[in-house]
């Protein structure tokens, strides 16, 4: 058998013509090899450039490819470490966008650290209300001005152009920052999952997650994290009433059942027109129900840990502001559910009344208008509605007997039912510790199990204003701001004894302002206290009792609201305009 051929040899057989001698073979042969293999024709380019210009490319290429390997083998071996220090001493905690908590830290991000090291961030409008608005100090447009050169008109067109937009870390980015000398990395990414909708139809749906990690065996600071996010979006709270209402459909079937509407200032009680009596009682029965002490006497005597509450009257006459009033004193925020919406149904009402939360007002608007209506069995004992006979009577059970013996499905009743809402409200598993607040204008069309004693525990009538109301009314009207909102003063702890309801009666919340001393000035346009109080006597007395609603007051003094005397004047001119239109009964106003 022959001699076999060595390296040199097969390396020079492979690139004929180049000179390679088999006993001295060049360094840059084996790379050249190498390439030639992964890249075709490679042999030819390198002999080209060698001859060309002198250059030896291999050695550039092989310098690049050795690069390359080492920042290939570097990321493996940087990820292997990462994944195991992590699995050891990373701490993380995810966070769902249905969840509040999720709306906390990305605001917190925004306005506390601006995310001044990132460089992938994801530009938002923030929504802002008008009292936000107000408080920024942007300037109006003078578009018209008087004679003298005052501004008569105002315009806010260019007023979106001047908001300032909110920037946010990006989504499928990840964001690193300090916080009380810890080093925290976010993530935010978009989770894609299968949505089968009620018809049948499979679409796909993106929910929003964040994750938060920190260096470390405990996930305490991260926690310490998200509760100072949630205080840093919690604060001023305390001078604003939150309103929220039931997520659209879409949203409430993945777990983001209220969404908040409104923040307002906190109405201070005193603004609204009701009897001082009706109001101390109505505060010292709410103080006293949310009192701890208060859950714990329900529940060891058994006794549902619930209370509803009646708001009833004419229009105008402050039910619901006494409830926007009554959350601004207690610090809750207000749920606002109306029966009437065509998607709601009592399956998903009783889910939001589940999630609402520990303590807040569930406010049911005129729930006279509700359609709320007793089950068929009770209407057919009651026999045919009026301007039916009983033989049309018959025919429409008849027809209802035949769909059912030939399997077709009866007439469904669309909304939500008397008893269902019933159930919802104080069933085995209804939701305690809300306050519930249902207003109406006719309480008499109301059905007696809906207002029961357990259902309904507290009744408030209201009425239209009385001359001392008006009086009251006109006077705070015309008084100058000597303040601006605050905080409501904290009640006092009421004593839990045998009685459910003995309680410290919270004076705080109705002591008017200190008495001006005489002389002082207290209105505007110049208006001294004993002058001002003159004119809103004469106003009052030109009013009958019970005439008008504070709301009908209210409207004929925001018109005139910078002129008192002018309202004064006016007034009688403005009661026989709406005598007249009662008498004629017609909606349009001929005096305003």
């Not at 000398?181 to 139809?201: C, H, P």
């Not at 001392?468 to 701001?481: A, C, G, N």
Request: aromatic share 8%.
């Amino acid at each position: 058998m022959g001699r076999q051929p060595n390296i040199g040899q097969l390396l020079g057989a492979s690139f004929p013509g180049s000179g390679a001698d088999v006993n001295a073979t060049s360094p840059t042969q084996l790379p050249t090899a190498i390439l030639e293999g992964f890249i075709p024709g490679y042999g030819y380019i390198h002999r080209f450039v060698l001859q060309s210009t002198g250059f030896d490319v291999t050695s550039l290429v092989s310098l690049i490819a050795l690069l390359w390997a080492s920042a290939r083998i570097y990321k493996s071996l940087y990820s292997a470490l990462v994944t195991a220090v992590q699995a050891v001493w990373v701490s993380e905690i995810t966070i769902n966008s249905t969840d509040d908590i999720h709306n906390h830290l990305i605001q917190f991000l925004a306005f506390q650290y601006r995310t001044k090291s990132a460089r992938w961030l994801l530009a938002e409008t923030p929504a802002k209300t008008t009292w936000q608005i107000d408080s920024e100090a942007t300037e109006v447009p003078e578009t018209t001005t008087d004679s003298e050169g005052n501004i008569k008109w105002l315009n806010f067109s260019n007023q979106d152009a001047k908001s300032q937009p909110r920037f946010t870390p990006a989504i499928g980015s990840t964001h690193s920052f300090w916080h009380k000398g810890t080093y925290f990395t976010l993530k935010r990414k978009e989770v894609s999952f299968m949505d089968n909708a009620s018809n049948g139809a499979a679409t796909f749906k993106e929910r929003e997650t964040l994750t938060i990690s920190c260096y470390g065996r405990s996930t305490e600071p991260i926690k310490k994290l998200i509760q100072h996010a949630k205080e840093h979006h919690h604060m001023g709270h305390n001078v604003k009433t939150i309103i929220k209402r039931p997520s659209p459909k879409d949203m409430r079937r993945f777990g983001g059942r209220w969404l908040t509407i409104a923040e307002r200032p906190c109405r201070p009680m005193k603004t609204v027109v009701l009897d001082e009596e009706r109001k101390m009682d109505v505060l010292a029965d709410i103080n006293e129900y949310l009192n701890p002490a208060t859950a714990r006497w329900y529940a060891n005597r058994g006794i549902p840990y619930r209370r509803g509450y009646l708001f009833y009257g004419p229009p105008g006459t402050g039910k619901t502001s006494l409830t926007f009033a009554l959350a601004g004193v207690f610090g809750l925020d207000i749920h606002v559910i109306s029966l009437l919406e065509p998607t709601l149904t009592e399956e998903e009402l009783g889910m939001l009344f589940t999630n609402l939360p520990a303590r807040c007002i569930v406010l049911l608007e005129d729930i006279d208008t509700a359609g709320l209506v007793r089950v068929e069995k009770e209407q057919e004992d009651r026999g045919p509605p009026p301007g039916t006979s009983k033989d049309e009577w018959n025919v429409v059970n008849l027809a209802k007997a035949i769909k059912k013996a030939n399997g077709q499905p009866a007439d469904k009743h669309e909304g939500i039912t008397l008893s269902g809402l019933l159930n919802i409200i104080d069933g085995v598993a209804s939701h305690e510790g809300r306050v519930l607040v249902m207003t109406t204008n006719h309480p008499e069309q109301l059905d007696e199990a809906l207002i029961r004693p357990g259902r309904v525990d507290h009744q408030v009538a209201f009425s239209n204003a009385t001359q001392s109301q008006v009086k009251e009314l006109f006077e705070r009207m015309y008084s100058i701001d000597l303040s601006p909102v605050t905080s409501p003063k904290p009640l006092l702890k009421p004593a839990v004894s045998g009685n459910t309801h003995a309680t410290t009666t919270p004076k705080s919340i109705l002591t008017p302002p200190p008495t001006p001393k005489p002389n002082a000035i207290v209105g505007i346009d110049g208006l001294e206290a004993e002058e001002l109080s003159q004119i809103a006597a004469d106003f009052a007395s030109k009013i009958p009792d019970g005439m008008c609603s504070p709301a009908e007051i209210q409207g004929f003094l925001l018109k005139r609201k910078k002129d008192p005397r002018k309202a004064a004047n006016e007034v009688e001119g403005w009661v026989e305009g709406l005598k007249e239109q009662r008498e004629s009964k017609t909606k349009l106003s001929r005096v305003q």
